[in-house]
């Protein structure tokens, strides 16, 4: 845990300038705004333990608090199978006190004001949620110090929701994996057995999802992190859909860490071509593999042309030519994790053969028709992945139902308009930034992600914390 509470300080030390300022600027003036609310009264029993004060609840606390929980806490669906989103999250904040927990109460509190501040466009508020996120930062901080810790759930979920924080309301560049090491040794320290309970898998599968995303982006290698992930994953019940989606998702993982690494090799000790030709093929063959995966009535969903959605009533918002219904958002943030995964691969690939074409020796001209061909090929897997990513918004954002039909305001449930389009801004951001996309699919991603931020209520005003 030492590497994480290292991260864990340097983070903290750039907020504290402005949680110097919130401080004396907004610190309560009269003792009925310091009283403390019943969900936070256990805490003061091991208040001596931490560096810092617990948080004091008035009612703009509870509106922070009640304002996350509306956006982002999504309960199972009985009638379609469909898992929650953070659904354990209310009951492990509300219980009772121990080490640590607090930590999650102030890194709740931080989510709560940030999305205020974005409402409100306030930024008291905003200084209010650097504040409890410093605050959650120290907390947590000083739980690690502890040789005996036990990161249990509580501990985890501080960790997630601080990491949901930080993707949403803080810039890149100061938070680009600055939780992904202490993520993953939580994950390590807990065991094979965390995957054995339905709390402690659900809680896996949103760490391990981030951790993987970020590594496939970020070009991150997996040794040091988690390893062993794999591993537990095999040796669970394939039978058991979600079981049989984290083994397909290990997978997608694995191949576009092959192709990262293909990728190296040809920067650093260049392959011969036919080498990196070779490689390249059996690469493509394994990406082949992945397209017979998503097969069965549980992966199905049905393309409409706009023209048949735009009939039921008046739309705000362009719809992509050709739209895809999924039973829920779930199957579609499922079914978008594959494809950008792809997307990913393919770009590596298309790098491999850029530096292969590049080279033009002479030897090369027995086969760089083959390899001109194959970077066609990826090219257009890319855009047709990108096209697919962007049929997936209308449903994702809250515009139509699953059955195709166009969603009245007052019908729109909060949370999964929020929870959707949170699961779109990982393939969101990657489709905006393709050099390989479309202008037009570039365009609409943009489009896209400017209602992404609206309805996860991404900071437009933290300052210069914004996140973009």
């Not at 990262?260 to 394994?286: A, Y």
């Not at 699961?423 to 905006?432: D, G, M, N, T, Y």
Request: charged share 25%; hydrophobic share 35%.
């Amino acid at each position: 845990m030492l590497a994480f509470r290292s991260e864990n300080e340097k983070t903290a030390k750039k907020f504290g300038a402005s949680r110097a300022s919130v401080d004396t600027s907004t610190a309560p003036t009269d003792n009925t705004s310091i009283s403390t609310s019943p969900m936070f009264a256990d805490d003061m029993v091991e208040a001596e333990r931490y560096t810092a004060p617990l948080p004091m609840v008035t009612p703009q606390d509870e509106q922070a608090v009640s304002s996350f929980f509306d956006r982002f806490i999504g309960c199972p669906c009985n009638d379609r199978s469909t898992p929650g989103f953070l659904d354990c999250l209310p009951g492990l904040f509300k219980e009772v006190n121990r080490e640590g927990r607090s930590a999650l109460r102030w890194a709740v509190l931080a989510a709560g004001y940030a999305g205020l501040s974005s409402d409100q466009e306030d930024k008291r508020t905003s200084q209010l949620a650097l504040y409890c996120y410093g605050h959650a930062l120290s907390v947590l901080g000083t739980c690690l110090a502890d040789p005996k810790l036990d990161p249990d759930d509580h501990i985890l979920m501080t960790v997630v929701i601080l990491d949901l924080f930080e993707t949403l309301h803080l810039p890149n560049a100061i938070i680009k994996g600055s939780h992904a090491g202490g993520m993953a040794h939580m994950l390590r320290l807990r065991g094979p057995a965390q995957l054995q309970e339905p709390r402690g898998w659900s809680l896996f599968r949103l760490s391990h999802h981030r951790l993987q995303k970020q590594q496939m982006t970020f070009r991150q290698s997996p040794q040091g992190l988690l390893p062993d992930s794999q591993r537990w994953i095999e040796i669970l019940d394939a039978n058991l859909p979600s079981v049989q989606t984290e083994k397909e998702n290990a997978q997608i993982h694995s191949v576009c860490e092959r192709a990262r690494t293909l990728l190296d090799l040809v920067d650093s000790v260049g392959l011969h071509p036919e080498e990196i030709l070779r490689c390249v093929k059996e690469l493509r063959e394994c990406d082949n593999a992945t397209t017979l995966w998503r097969r069965g009535p549980n992966w199905a969903f049905q393309v409409k042309h706009r023209s048949e959605i735009v009939q039921h009533g008046p739309i705000t918002h362009v719809l992509p030519e050709y739209i895809q219904l999924h039973p829920d958002i779930w199957t579609a943030y499922e079914w978008n994790y594959h494809r950008t995964g792809r997307i990913i691969l393919h770009r590596h690939l298309l790098e491999c053969l850029a530096r292969l074409l590049g080279t033009q020796p002479a030897h090369l001209d027995n086969f760089s028709e083959e390899a001109e061909c194959i970077r066609r090929t990826s090219l257009a897997i890319i855009r047709n992945l990108a096209g697919e990513v962007l049929s997936t918004v209308p449903q994702s954002v809250g515009d139509i139902g699953h059955d195709g039909k166009l969603l009245a305001d007052s019908t729109r449930t909060t949370a999964w308009r929020a929870i959707g389009s949170y699961f779109l801004l990982w393939p969101i951001k990657i489709v905006k930034s393709l050099n390989q996309a479309t202008l037009e699919q570039r365009e609409a991603a943009e489009e896209a992600f400017e209602r992404i931020r609206k309805y996860t209520g991404m900071s437009t005003y933290l300052g210069e914390l914004s996140c973009i």
